[in-house]
């Protein structure tokens, strides 16, 4: 499944202002990347997977602990976190967006992004315009308190910052494990930053790779913008919520899609595809092995069903179709003897003559070339197609033919 991966800049910004994004075609290496304005962002495919990242500026965390009530009700649940942020936010909750972590539960404590809901409509909206419908909104990072600690710095010349992000970097003012801060000569003094072992890693963009080794005096990986962007759309946090939320319809196709990627693409579901190619071999082997003996058991029979009509019949030269042949020689044997054959005339009358209704009385009867023809009977009543149905459970074929009823065997046969 290809996906890409487009990152706003971190403020309101004309609609011609250059946008960074990247593509990949598997969700785990980068195909392409670059730097365009939205109408000139390569156009997605039909089943591309569009993700938004919002600069880490752009979004701020909060802390809350959720009350006991259904997450499904949005509006509710919108309304109690605009009352639980309402202290620690700087603007009106109402003008903000705000979502929920991948793991909140009800009653539970949890992480609630934040961010500008014209900032956000404005970028979304950019994008409709040219084309590109967004199925995923993500941070560009994430408070995580499961990995070690990583610098990130990232940014411009002009304006490059530092991202501290892991178990060990704790903001003090909002409690999350992740600090963001312009990229200084002091930042080099902070404590999460000093007190950092030596072999901590500084994964840095191209942009500002030598700024963040000469202000912090250490040496530094070097990280590409495309590649930051795939690990920020791996994450799963999907700010699209509330007011932004897809439609039920793409969720669902949206997680199946996600899921079933996964399944063929993650390392960790690597022994359950070899398990069901090896389970899918075995049947293919099984179903060829079972198809091989039914197609010999069919040929063995078909040799024994000839070799009896041979035996039994060595003067006919060439077998095409034994078991036809065989019921031909046999009709042949019975003209021959005097016997009649299921097609001669007295065998038909007699046959038809016990089931021919009452009500039926044909003007005329005509016998030629092993078929009997009756005329003068209604053909659209109902007890004539009655007794036709009989007749043919009886194994004597009907058919009408111009204006007569005409009957024979439903089993080949020899004219007597």
């Given at each position: 499944m290809p996906f890409l991966f487009i990152e706003a800049p971190s403020r309101l910004a004309d609609t011609n202002s250059p946008l960074v994004f990247a593509q990949s075609v598997d969700g785990h290496t980068v195909s392409h990347s670059?730097?365009?304005?939205?109408?000139?962002?390569?156009?997605?495919?039909k089943g591309t997977v569009v993700s938004l990242v919002l600069p880490v500026q752009a979004v701020?965390?909060?802390?809350?602990?959720?009350?006991?009530?259904?997450?499904?009700?949005?509006?509710?649940?919108?309304?109690?976190?605009?009352?639980?942020?309402?202290?620690?936010?700087?603007?009106?909750?109402?003008?903000?967006?705000?979502?929920?972590?991948?793991?909140?539960?009800?009653?539970q404590a949890c992480w609630v992004a934040a961010c500008k809901q014209d900032y956000l409509q404005h970028w979304l909206q950019t994008l409709a315009g040219q084309g590109i419908a967004v199925q995923r909104?993500?941070?560009?990072?994430?408070?995580?308190?499961?990995s070690s600690t990583t610098l990130y710095a990232l940014g411009t010349e002009e304006s490059?910052?530092?991202?501290?992000?892991?178990?060990?970097?704790?903001?003090?003012?909002?409690?999350?494990?992740?600090?963001?801060?312009?990229?200084?000569?002091?930042?080099?003094?902070?404590?999460?930053?000093a007190a950092s072992p030596s072999n901590t890693p500084i994964l840095?963009?191209?942009?500002?790779?030598?700024?963040?080794?000469?202000?912090?005096?250490?040496?530094?990986?070097?990280?590409?913008?495309?590649?930051?962007?795939?690990?920020?759309?791996?994450?799963a946090w999907n700010m699209a919520q509330f007011q932004f939320a897809n439609s039920g319809r793409d969720k669902l196709a949206q997680g199946v899609s996600t899921g079933l990627q996964a399944l063929l693409k993650?390392?960790?579901?690597?022994?359950?595809?070899?398990?069901?190619?090896?389970?899918?071999?075995?049947?293919?082997?099984?179903?060829?092995?079972?198809?091989?003996?039914?197609?010999?058991?069919?040929?063995?029979?078909?040799?024994?069903?000839?070799?009896?009509?041979?035996?039994?019949?060595?003067?006919?030269?060439?077998?095409?179709?034994?078991?036809?042949?065989?019921?031909?020689?046999?009709?042949?044997l019975q003209k021959e003897s005097g016997s009649p054959t299921p097609a001669s005339f007295e065998v038909l009358a007699a046959q038809i003559g016990t089931q021919l209704p009452s009500s039926l009385a044909p003007t005329e009867i005509r016998y030629d070339n092993g078929r009997l023809s009756l005329l003068g009977l209604p053909q659209d009543q109902a007890a004539t197609q009655q007794w036709q149905s009989t007749l043919q459970e009886q194994g004597i074929l009907s058919q009408w033919v111009d204006g007569a009823l005409q009957l024979e065997p439903a089993t080949p046969h020899l004219v007597p």
């Open positions: 670059g730097t365009a304005a939205a109408a000139l962002i390569p156009k997605p495919d701020s965390w909060h802390r809350v602990t959720l009350p006991s009530i259904s997450l499904k009700d949005r509006p509710k649940v919108r309304a109690v976190l605009q009352g639980l942020l309402e202290d620690q936010l700087l603007e009106d909750p109402a003008e903000l967006h705000l979502a929920l972590a991948p793991d909140a539960a009800a009653g909104i993500v941070p560009a990072f994430a408070p995580d308190t499961t490059p910052w530092l991202v501290v992000a892991g178990a060990n970097a704790p903001d003090t003012e909002t409690g999350t494990s992740m600090l963001a801060l312009p990229l200084t000569a002091a930042a080099a003094s902070l404590e999460v930053v840095a963009e191209p942009a500002v790779y030598q700024i963040v080794q000469h202000r912090l005096g250490r040496a530094a990986q070097l990280l590409p913008v495309g590649q930051r962007l795939l690990l920020a759309g791996q994450s993650a390392p960790q579901w690597r022994w359950l595809r070899w398990g069901l190619a090896g389970l899918i071999g075995f049947n293919i082997i099984g179903l060829n092995a079972w198809a091989w003996q039914a197609q010999r058991d069919l040929a063995n029979q078909r040799a024994q069903i000839q070799d009896i009509f041979t035996t039994t019949f060595p003067k006919v030269p060439v077998v095409v179709d034994a078991p036809l042949q065989m019921r031909q020689q046999l009709q042949r």
